[in-house]
Structures are given as C-alpha cells and as structure tokens.
C-alpha cells in the first residue's frame, strides 16, 4: 500500500501577461506513485498593486498582491484567505527605510499564501517578524516562486517576534509546501520559527517568544534558513520555545 495523503489542499495558480487566476480544491486525499485528474473551474480574484495604498490594507480569498509598498502601512490577510504573492516588495530595499508596529506580512487568522515571481517580505521594526501568523491557527507557503522573508531586529524571518510585543509574542503553525524560500532571523531569532528572547530575561522572565509546530514538505523547492546568534535555523529564537518540527526532506533545507 502505497502512503496516503489525507484531507490536503491542492493550490492551483496559472499566471499570463497581467492576470493571475487561482483554485483552491480542499479534502483530498492523495497516494504516493498515483495519477489523479481533477477538473477545477479557475477563478480571477481581484489584484492590488502596493504601490498604489494610501492606507492600512487587508487582502481577501483569491487576491494577487503585486509590486513595491511605499508607504508605512501595515499589510494584512483575511482570516482563512488564500492570497497570491506575485513580485511583492514590503519594507525591502527602500531609503529612507519604513517603520511600524508589525510584521512585513500579518495573518489574521489561518491563511495560504501562493508564492509566484520573486518576493520581498520584512518586519517593520526592532522585534517584528517578515511574516507572522495568531496562535493556534496555520500560515501554509505554497507556489512555485521565490520568497525573501526577513525579520527585523530580533524577530524571526516567519514566525514570532520578540516577547515584550504583546502583538508578537507567539505565532501559531507553519507548513511551507512550496516554492524557494531563503528566511532570515533577526539578532538571535530563528529564520523560520521563534523570535528572541535573551535580551529580556535577565530583566523579567515574562512569558518567551514562541511558536507552534513547523512542517517543510518534501514538495517545496528548497528552503534557505539563516538564523540569528543563539538560535536555531528552523525552530526556536534564543531562550524561546517552538513546537514540533518535521522536515520531510532535509537535503532540500540549507541550514546557516
């Protein structure tokens, strides 16, 4: 009996010239060295141009988010959202540089993000993660692109932050599925998972930085992991917590 795969989601983008249509199919159940043929109806969701915003923005099921954030606002998924990232740039390479009270990218509840072209995501100031996701909910990264998850200063590249941000201080599941993904920690924070907690506890052991469980599968392309001083590539920020991690795959995850 060949593996099976269970209650899974297949994330189907097809790209032209301008456009980028989507279908999301949930509750299948795949098996190892099987053929399927699933007839999907493609949808076009709606797309914004970052460049554009004049205000704080929350994307929607089936958005395409596109080119370079200008402005100090703070980008958001819906709860339960899947939204394509197609050539983003958020608090990347910009001069004079943004600053804000959050993440690069924030999830407001469980959310799938399809990664196509290549994408730039940083965290907004000291102690914000590139992209963060609530407790007990699940950001899946899925897509055949590029992602550039940066955190800044002491906050993990996708994951938490730093644990005096009431904001930050835990972030729910990570499943990555796809795509390239090159992460990097902030001082002492993990690339993908925790942020870091070492510089407060010698003043208030408080409540650390945490994270829930990580999954990278043997589906993605590769994942770049480069972690801050202390901390773990892929799991917890210094004297932080995280979940369980599984690697499906560990020749397709580089450790720094």
Same mark, same amino acid.
């Given at each position: 009996?060949?593996?099976?795969?269970?209650?899974?989601?297949?994330?189907?983008?097809?790209?032209?010239?301008?456009?980028?249509?989507?279908?999301?199919?949930?509750?299948?159940?795949?098996?190892?060295?099987?053929?399927?043929?699933?007839?999907?109806?493609?949808?076009?969701?709606?797309?914004?141009?970052?460049?554009?915003?004049?205000?704080?923005?929350?994307?929607?099921?089936?958005?395409?988010?596109?080119?370079?954030?200008?402005?100090?606002?703070?980008?958001?998924?819906?709860?339960?959202?899947?939204?394509?990232?197609?050539?983003?740039?958020?608090?990347?390479?910009?001069?004079?540089?943004? +600053?804000?009270?959050?993440? &690069? %990218?924030?999830?407001?509840?469980?959310? @799938? =993000?399809? !990664? #196509? /072209?290549?994408?730039?995501?940083?965290?907004? +100031?000291?102690?914000?993660? &590139? %992209?963060?996701?609530?407790?007990?909910? @699940? =950001?899946? !990264? #899925? /897509?055949?692109?590029?992602?550039?998850?940066?955190?800044?200063?002491?906050?993990?590249?996708?994951?938490?932050?730093?644990?005096?941000?009431?904001?930050?201080?835990?972030?729910?599941?990570?499943?990555?599925?796809?795509?390239?993904?090159?992460?990097?920690?902030?001082?002492?924070?993990?690339?993908?998972?925790?942020?870091?907690?070492?510089?407060?506890?010698?003043?208030?052991?408080?409540?650390?930085?945490?994270?829930?469980?990580?999954?990278?599968?043997?589906?993605?392309?590769?994942?770049?992991?480069?972690?801050?001083?202390?901390?773990?590539?892929?799991?917890?920020?210094?004297?932080?917590?995280?979940?369980?991690?599984?690697?499906?795959?560990?020749?397709?995850?580089?450790?720094?």
């Amino acid at each position: 009996m060949q593996p099976v795969s269970s209650d899974k989601t297949i994330s189907v983008v097809v790209n032209d010239a301008s456009n980028s249509y989507y279908k999301s199919v949930t509750g299948k159940t795949l098996a190892v060295n099987n053929q399927y043929t699933i007839n999907v109806t493609m949808e076009q969701g709606q797309t914004t141009n970052l460049s554009t915003l004049s205000a704080d923005y929350v994307a929607g099921n089936g958005e395409t988010l596109t080119g370079k954030l200008l402005v100090s606002h703070k980008i958001s998924i819906a709860a339960g959202a899947t939204v394509i990232l197609k050539n983003v740039s958020i608090n990347y390479d910009i001069n004079p540089a943004l +600053s804000g009270s959050f993440a &690069g %990218i924030n999830c407001s509840g469980n959310a @799938t =993000l399809i !990664i #196509t /072209g290549t994408n730039y995501v940083k965290g907004f +100031s000291s102690g914000h993660p &590139g %992209i963060s996701v609530p407790t007990d909910n @699940t =950001l899946t !990264i #899925t /897509g055949n692109g590029t992602l550039y998850a940066l955190g800044h200063e002491y906050g993990a590249g996708i994951g938490s932050g730093r644990y005096n941000i009431t904001d930050y201080k835990a972030c729910g599941n990570i499943v990555i599925q796809g795509g390239t993904v090159w992460a990097t920690g902030g001082s002492s924070a993990a690339a993908i998972g925790s942020g870091a907690s070492i510089i407060f506890t010698q003043y208030d052991p408080g409540t650390p930085s945490s994270c829930g469980d990580i999954t990278v599968r043997n589906s993605v392309t590769h994942i770049y992991a480069t972690k801050g001083s202390g901390a773990e590539s892929i799991g917890s920020g210094q004297c932080s917590n995280c979940g369980t991690v599984t690697i499906e795959d560990p020749g397709k995850v580089t450790e720094y």
